[in-house]
Every structure is written in structure tokens, then in C-alpha cells.
């Protein structure tokens, strides 16, 4: 028989398989993807688009004109919720009812693994009982300060000096996210692995990639596509498998080394971690995970936060005179870096309350969703079939006016102040952007710190404005929330 015969057959099969496959999947998913239904048929077409320009601004219209503030995506089998009585029913109430869920880790499960942010059961409890040890020891969170301190000085403050003087694009032009996601890869490196990423050979550009492709997975209304592609190895599906091996490759080697010459004496995650986990392959999953939540949240909070600064010049400036009398002036520009000591951090209200406030505009996780195991029924009436996504929408969240008043798309820090000037929280259920309930960040102070003082440092030591006036966010789909064009600003160091 010819070849060409061979191929013909091949390809004939394996499209029978993939075929009942996909109606295999649709059929026990739920999932409906010729639903001709309005909302259905602009997320199918992108007819969206006509009106918004990011697809959660879509999202945000949709629940802010539901009376219940729940829509149903049937091609996708997705309920998306924005009410605080039902996020807390899904977070805390019936917890168990709305696991990660399989489907969850089989598009995330090439690059995470077991790793924390997509199990459940036996492997979650492990996991967040060992990093809520470790994340709460003194030492770690020491270590995790120094580490922070040392990358700004070295780093992140030199990177944004080499800017040329003159304030006159093009020339003095810089991607602030670019900066801000090099900087951060760096300083969760050093936490989490106890190496600087600089030395290792592609790491930067090959987790880069995995966590773009990885995240694409979700976004498509069929999982048909890309288990095509990663049974014939091709495409997007091919480059994500050579991003992994590399990875994997150099996690590997990270962990040999450790062994070698011991870890009991230091402080960074994988070493701490050593002493719980033998399993080197379920060690990496777990501190991947943590690379990956640490790296990009970060870097998208930092990016928006000097976004809103520079929309908002006010709120810049008191940040700047509660740190003055905080911890005193920046006498120079040309004065070594005077860094907020942990203390002078808790008496900075208003700066805690900036950075919630452009955590509530725009948060580094716009949704996160959930699977559910048995029937159910929300607090609103809604009835969730087994098997159904939900997803709950901080992004949109930020944004209801039935949440924070008629003044909800207002940057507006003092929102969060008492009458004293103190930081006042609200309910994590009306701000989930940490999560909430059972499942609620463990690196939350972490990631809080980390915010306060790069934005407190900056923005003491610089002018950072927009290249361009009129520009406006626009984002990429992902795992957590990314500019399509970067943030393009112009940085000019402060006169004193």
C-alpha cells in the first residue's frame, strides 16, 4: 500500500477519534457550543469587540446589568457570578462542592503538576499546610525582605536610571510592565529557588512561554483543539512541550545542586521545602506554582499602580508626604536607597490603601473559576448542575456599583480609610482579589510587601508619566492580567 494510502487512513482515524472525542467531552461537560443565545453568540463571533475593548469590560457590563449579577456561558458551561453572597457560598460555605477540579488541572497539569493551585484533597492539605509553615516563619519572611531589598537596589533601580535623561520620546521611552516582570522573575527566583534566573540559560524566556500557552488552553471554547495538537505535536502545542522540558530541565539541575552541598542552613522555598519532600518531581511542581503566582501577579499590581499614578498626581503626592513623615525626605537623587523599615510600612495607611484601591480596578487575577461536584443551588436562586464551571469575576467587581457605590470606577484610595486616616478592609467576599474563605492566598502579605515597597521606592525616586496621554489599558487573555502593548512611560529622576 502506498504511503500517501497509509497517511490518507491515518488522518481519517485520528479525525474519528478526536471527533467523538469532542462530542464525548460536550456531552458530559455540558457543554453547548451551538447555543445561538445573544451572550453565547458574541463570545463565539468576538462581536464584543464592536463595544469593548477587553474582554472582562464585557464581562463587567454583563453581570452589572443582570439582576442577579450571575450570567450563564452555555458554550462554555460557565455560571460567572460577581455577588458576594454567592462568591462566599462557592469560597467558604459549600467549599467542597466547588474543588479546582479536574479540568483545571488537565490544562495546567503539563506545566504545575500537582502543584497547589490546581488540586484538591490530600495533595492541596499537604501543600498549604507545609507553605503556610514556612510563608509564616520569621526567618522566611526575613529572608524574603533582604531578598526584595537587595533586587531593588541591584536591579530594578539601576534598570530604571539607565533611562536616557532627557524626557523626549522616543528615546526615553521604556516598557514599565517589561520592567516590572523582569524585576519580579528575579526577586521570585531568588525566594523560591534560591538562584538568580540571570545564570541559567533560557529559564526566563522558556517559563514565559509555558505559562502563555498553558493559559491559552483555557480560553478555548473547545478542548478539541489543542489535544489535537498535542497528539500530533504541532503548533503552539509543540513549542509548549519544549518549554516545559526546559523547565523541567533546569529545576532539575537546581535540585541536584541543592542536594549536594545541603540545605538545612538555608532559607529560600525549595530548600525549606527539601526537608518535607523527597519526591524531586512533586517538589518542583510545588515550587513552580509559586514561581508562577509570584512572579506574575506582582509584576501586573506593580504595572497599574504606577498606571493610576500617573492618572492621579494627587494621590501620588500624599504617598510621598506620608512617607516623608514616615521615615524622612529622600535628601538626593544620588543618595543611597533609603528602604521602609517593616514598621514605617504599617504607618503608611494611605499607601496600603492605594495599592488595594488599584488591586480593586484592576486585578492581577480577573477570574477564577471552580467545578461543580454535585448539583447545587446559589443564594441567589441560580441552579448550578453538576459538572458546571463557575467563576467568580474580581475584575468585574471592582466595578459594581451595588458593591462600591456610584463612584465605583473612581480611583479613589480614601475609600479605604476610616475617619482617623487608618486602612479599614472590607469583606474579602466584596474584594476577592486575594481569594477568600478556605482557599485564601497564603502569599498574600508577601505580595502586599513586595507591592509597598517598590511602589513606595519608585515613586520617591522618580517621575514616571505616560509616553502618551491618551493611552488606555488593554489587555491579553492569561492566567493573570497583561498589557498587550506593555505600559510605555517616560522616567525622569526627582529633584530634590
Known sequence: MEFSS????????????????????????????????????????????????????????????????????????????????????????????????????????????RGIFIVDGDHWRFQRKLASLELGSVSVRAYAHEVLNKEIEAKLVPALLKVPSSPQPPSSVIDLQVEFRKFSFVNICKFSFGVDPTGLDGLAEAFDVASKLSSERALSPSWITWRAKRLFNVGSE???????????????????????????????????FMGSVSDDKYLRDIVVSFLLAGRDTVASGLTMFFYLMARNPIAEARIIEESNRAMGPQHSSNSSINFPTLEELRK???????????????????????FAI??????????????????????????????WGPDCLEFKPERWLN??????????????????????????????????????????????????????????????????????????????
Open 6 to 113: 497509509l497517511y490518507y487512513i491515518f488522518f481519517l482515524f485520528s479525525s474519528f477519534s478526536l471527533f467523538s472525542y469532542y462530542l464525548l467531552t460536550n456531552k458530559f461537560m455540558n457543554l453547548n457550543p451551538w447555543c445561538k443565545c445573544e451572550i453565547c453568540q458574541s463570545f463565539i463571533t468576538s462581536s464584543w469587540r464592536e463595544k469593548f475593548t477587553n474582554l472582562p469590560d464585557w464581562y463587567a457590563h454583563l453581570l452589572q446589568n443582570s439582576p442577579t449579577n450571575t450570567i450563564h456561558i452555555h458554550t462554555l458551561n460557565n455560571t460567572v457570578i460577581a455577588h458576594p453572597k454567592n462568591v462566599e457560598h462557592i469560597l467558604r460555605t459549600n467549599f467542597d462542592n466547588y474543588p479546582k477540579g479536574k479540568p483545571m488541572s488537565t490544562i495546567l497539569g503539563d506545566l504545575l503538576g
Open 238 to 272: 509543540k513549542r509548549l512541550k519544549g518549554a516545559i522540558s526546559k523547565v523541567n530541565a533546569l529545576a532539575e539541575n537546581i535540585m541536584q545542586e541543592r542536594r549536594k552541598i545541603g540545605f538545612t542552613t538555608k532559607m529560600d522555598l525549595l530548600s525549606r
Open 348 to 370: 503608611m495607611h494611605y499607601l496600603q490603601a492605594a495599592i488595594y484601591e488599584t488591586l480593586r480596578l484592576y486585578p492581577p487575577v480577573q477570574i477564577d473559576s471552580k
Open 374 to 403: 454535585n448539583d447545587d443551588v446559589l443564594p441567589d436562586g441560580t441552579f448550578v448542575k453538576k459538572g458546571t464551571r463557575v467563576s467568580y469575576h474580581p475584575y468585574s467587581m471592582g466595578r459594581m456599583e451595588s458593591i
Open 419 to 496: 475617619d482617623d486616616g487608618v486602612f479599614s478592609p472590607v469583606s474579602p467576599y466584596k474584594y476577592p482579589v486575594f481569594q477568600a474563605g478556605v482557599r485564601v492566598c497564603l502569599g498574600k502579605d508577601m505580595s502586599m510587601l513586595s507591592m509597598k515597597v517598590v511602589a513606595l521606592i519608585l515613586v520617591r525616586r522618580f517621575h514616571i508619566r505616560l509616553a502618551d496621554l491618551n493611552w488606555t489599558p488593554h489587555f491579553v487573555p492569561g492566567l493573570t492580567a497583561t498589557l498587550k502593548d506593555g505600559l510605555p512611560v517616560v522616567v525622569t529622576e526627582r529633584l530634590v
